[in-house]
């Protein structure tokens, strides 16, 4: 056997294997998922649950799913259900995903915006619900940057906020480095106006962010199922896509109130292209999921 490299080796020798969850460990992670992040698994998510957790039971030397439940349960500070939380939510985003709402918000949504520029959205608050590591917002941030102009957003005039409940990809989020090919979508002039290329050796590059752009963002980590969210603000724009898939109904219900409630009148709601047919109450169908708050 040849081995590729040193860790390889390691790694396949120092963790013991573990057994998948047996119905009754998976019920009881099941039912913490639900409770806690209102995620929906059947029965097909056992295999999720033990390729994505299974690393942490070697790591910490847990025999099986249940040692690892009662480690999460006895455990004194919230690290532990962190990792858990980090393990088991999916991520995947990109740069100008779903790329119609992008092309509704110039044609439609922005020039509504400026048109009340001076009265009603003086100050333009955005917000990235679920997002992930960063492409989402940052696309909402070089849009409206390249639509409004810099007199229009600096000094207050639009600031977004991105928050997720996985601490993984917010770290990520807040870099703001990518790799050439995280950054295909974005179209050249984009590309070249708001991100520094950063050499990170073996002659790969990755681009960062600018400054420009980074510092009309605010990424914060808290749970959307949680009672209060840590906002005094309301928005006039807030995406909210690709998650409500993943909630058990009621758990979407409640979560498309409380995006509702913080959405001033008139203000925008953006859920997944194939997020459709939910009850959004006191909103109006535009386009492809996307709602205008009455
Ligand atoms: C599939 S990603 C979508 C990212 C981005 N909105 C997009 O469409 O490209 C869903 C994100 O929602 C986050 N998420 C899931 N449940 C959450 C919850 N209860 N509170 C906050 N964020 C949550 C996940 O951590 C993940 O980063």
């Not at 120092?14 to 992040?37: A, G, Q, S, Y």
């Not at 999720?48 to 799913?65: D, G, H, K, P, S």
């Not at 532990?80 to 110039?106: C, I, M, P, W």
């Amino acid at each position: 056997m040849q081995l590729n490299n040193k860790s390889e080796f390691i790694t396949s020798h120092k963790f013991k294997k573990i057994k998948e969850p047996t119905d009754e460990e998976f019920n009881l992670f099941r039912e913490l998922v639900l409770k806690d992040l209102g995620l929906e698994w059947g029965e097909d998510k056992k295999y999720l649950l033990y390729a994505r957790v299974q690393r942490i039971l070697q790591t910490n030397q847990l025999e099986n799913f249940q040692s690892y439940y009662d480690y999460i349960e006895q455990s004194e500070n919230k690290k532990e259900l962190q990792d858990l939380y980090n393990a088991v939510t999916t991520t995947k985003s990109g740069f100008f995903r779903e790329k119609q709402h992008f092309k509704f918000l110039r044609e439609n949504v922005f020039p509504e915006m400026k048109k009340y520029k001076n009265n009603r959205y003086s100050k333009l608050r955005f917000w990235s619900a679920g997002c992930s590591s960063g492409e989402e917002t940052y696309t909402l941030a070089m849009e409206a940057h390249d639509f409004f102009g810099t007199a229009m957003i600096s000094n207050g005039g639009l600031r977004i906020l991105g928050s997720d409940v996985n601490t993984g990809v917010l770290e990520l989020a807040t870099n703001g480095s990518y790799s050439e090919e995280q950054i295909i979508t974005i179209p050249d002039s984009l590309k070249k106006r708001f991100f520094i290329p950063m050499p990170v050796g073996n002659n790969n590059t990755q681009r960062k962010i600018n400054r420009e752009v980074q510092k009309i963002i605010q990424f914060r980590q808290f749970n959307l199922m949680a009672e209060d969210y840590p906002i005094a603000t309301k928005f006039q724009l807030i995406f909210c896509r690709n998650l409500l898939y993943y909630l058990h109904p009621d758990k979407r219900e409640y979560l498309l109130k409380k995006l509702v409630d913080h959405l001033e009148t008139g203000g925008w709601l953006v859920l997944g292209i194939t997020e459709t047919g939910y009850k959004v109450e006191g909103m109006k169908k535009l386009a492809f999921s996307i709602y205008q708050k009455n």
